[in-house]
């Protein structure tokens, strides 16, 4: 968590977000891998292979290396 930009709210209990409930990453690490976890699963299940075939233009383009 140290390397990412983190916000993580419990809107039920405070609907105006005013309290950011991962600004204490040892308090929030399991509901954050927990969350984590859920969105990979999601982004695996609706974008599937990330390889950039969704992306427009040529492939070159969209190359790392």
Do not use: C, I
Request: aromatic content about 4%; glycine content about 6%; cysteine-free.
């Amino acid at each position: 968590m140290a390397l990412n930009d983190l916000e993580l709210y419990d809107t039920e209990t405070d609907p105006g977000e005013l309290h950011h409930v991962a600004s204490n990453p040892e308090a929030a690490r399991e509901q954050v891998m927990r969350m984590n976890a859920r969105l990979n699963r999601l982004l695996a299940k609706e974008v599937g292979v990330d390889d950039g075939r969704h992306l427009p233009g040529p492939a070159r383009f969209w190359r790392a290396s």
